[in-house]
């Protein structure tokens, strides 16, 4: 038989074991509890495949970079006022133009469709019409030239290195006066000059200039390199071809050819004609300038010349 004390104490110790058994259980749930929310707090967060879509229309919708400018023209050059001081102080007839081949437009003009005899400017529609013919294979470079003893290669250079008459005369012979008309209107799309009766304008003289910047027709390296040789490097004979515009440059590269007549009675230039290819290298640019004139001198156009090269560089230092 059990005493009531003995009883009493056997449950006391039930409760303790109970609520240590309760603290014991309620701390394992509270520190597994924590290790689970470091767990998953730890994890990397997951970007839903729509919230990526959107990341990337973000990123795509973002204005890009403007392309640099490509095939940027040379600011215009107003020459103008240049060609028009020059008129002014010149007498007798007198008509220039200035053209911009970078821009591809007129940057000075004076009276531009007035006619002249051409004097010798007749050859440059003959030289580039047998430069074609050589190119075509028409004519043989070491053909000979009738009455010239020499090829037809060597008098397409001397009609312009050094004005060789004798060459163009026979050259155009060759071509036949009224074919090359019909070349010259028809190929070149000149129509307002009739070399048969050497009559031109500065402004068909200039269109032919142009055609042999280009030089569309003749694609030949060697020939190229000849023909622009021949209005680059001009002896000084009886007469100086390089009298006028190109003594008026100091930094250019002039590739001119003139045309004139002289009357030694009265000493003056019937006629004085030059027109050019001007090519400043260190800029890159380039320009024809073609000048005709009835009894004005030379040296007037050595002027403008000069004129035209301190003016160019005076608009290079300013900008």
Same mark, same amino acid.
Request: glycine letters at 4%.
């Given at each position: 038989?059990?005493?009531? *004390?003995? #009883?009493?104490?056997? &449950?006391?110790?039930? @409760? %303790?074991?109970?609520?240590? $058994?309760?603290?014991?259980?309620?701390?394992?749930?509270?520190?597994?509890?924590?290790?689970?929310?470091?767990?998953?707090?730890?994890?990397?967060?997951?970007?839903?495949?729509?919230?990526?879509?959107?990341?990337?229309?973000?990123?795509?919708?973002?204005?890009?970079?403007?392309?640099?400018?490509?095939?940027?023209?040379?600011?215009?050059?107003?020459?103008?006022?240049?060609?028009?001081?020059?008129?002014?102080?010149?007498?007798?007839?007198?008509?220039?133009?200035?053209?911009?081949?970078?821009?591809?437009?007129?940057?000075?003009?004076?009276?531009?469709?007035?006619?002249?005899?051409?004097?010798?400017?007749?050859?440059?529609?003959?030289?580039?019409?047998?430069?074609?013919?050589?190119?075509?294979?028409?004519? *043989?470079? #070491?053909?000979?030239? &009738?009455?010239?003893? @020499? %090829?037809?290669?060597?008098? $397409?250079?001397?009609?312009?290195?050094?004005?060789?008459?004798?060459?163009?005369?026979?050259?155009?012979?060759?071509?036949?006066?009224?074919?090359?008309?019909?070349?010259?209107?028809?190929?070149?799309?000149?129509?307002?000059?009739?070399?048969?009766?050497?009559?031109?304008?500065?402004?068909?003289?200039?269109?032919?200039?142009?055609?042999?910047?280009?030089?569309?027709?003749?694609?030949?390296?060697?020939?190229?390199?000849?023909?622009?040789?021949?209005?680059?490097?001009?002896?000084?004979?009886?007469?100086?071809?390089?009298?006028?515009?190109?003594?008026?440059?100091?930094?250019?590269?002039?590739?001119?050819?003139?045309?004139?007549?002289?009357?030694?009675?009265?000493?003056?230039?019937?006629?004085?004609?030059?027109?050019?290819?001007?090519?400043?290298?260190?800029?890159?640019?380039?320009?024809?300038?073609?000048?005709?004139?009835?009894?004005?001198?030379?040296?007037?156009?050595?002027?403008?010349?000069?004129?035209?090269?301190?003016?160019?560089?005076?608009?290079?230092?300013?900008?």
């Amino acid at each position: 038989m059990v005493s009531k *004390s003995s #009883s009493k104490h056997s &449950s006391v110790n039930d @409760k %303790t074991g109970f609520y240590l $058994l309760f603290v014991l259980l309620f701390i394992f749930i509270s520190v597994l509890s924590y290790i689970l929310c470091l767990i998953f707090l730890s994890e990397p967060v997951d970007v839903s495949e729509n919230d990526k879509n959107d990341e990337d229309a973000s990123i795509q919708t973002e204005p890009l970079p403007e392309p640099e400018p490509t095939n940027v023209l040379p600011e215009k050059i107003d020459f103008q006022p240049l060609v028009d001081r020059w008129v002014s102080s010149v007498g007798g007839n007198r008509s220039v133009l200035v053209y911009d081949l970078d821009r591809e437009e007129l940057v000075g003009s004076y009276n531009p469709d007035e006619s002249y005899n051409t004097a010798s400017l007749y050859k440059l529609f003959v030289v580039y019409e047998g430069y074609r013919k050589l190119q075509s294979g028409e004519w *043989s470079e #070491s053909g000979t030239v &009738s009455g010239t003893q @020499k %090829t037809i290669l060597q008098c $397409l250079d001397l009609a312009i290195r050094e004005s060789n008459s004798a060459c163009a005369e026979s050259l155009w012979a060759m071509i036949g006066r009224d074919a090359l008309n019909d070349v010259i209107i028809n190929d070149y799309g000149i129509v307002n000059s009739n070399i048969s009766s050497l009559i031109s304008n500065p402004s068909d003289i200039l269109k032919m200039m142009q055609i042999y910047y280009k030089h569309e027709d003749i694609t030949d390296t060697s020939l190229v390199s000849l023909m622009k040789d021949s209005f680059l490097h001009q002896p000084v004979t009886t007469y100086n071809w390089r009298q006028g515009l190109p003594s008026g440059f100091t930094r250019a590269d002039v590739y001119n050819k003139v045309g004139w007549d002289y009357n030694p009675d009265g000493k003056y230039w019937n006629i004085y004609h030059d027109t050019a290819i001007v090519v400043f290298p260190e800029e890159e640019r380039h320009f024809i300038i073609t000048i005709m004139t009835n009894k004005v001198p030379f040296q007037k156009i050595t002027e403008f010349g000069r004129e035209f090269e301190n003016t160019y560089y005076q608009y290079v230092l300013k900008n």
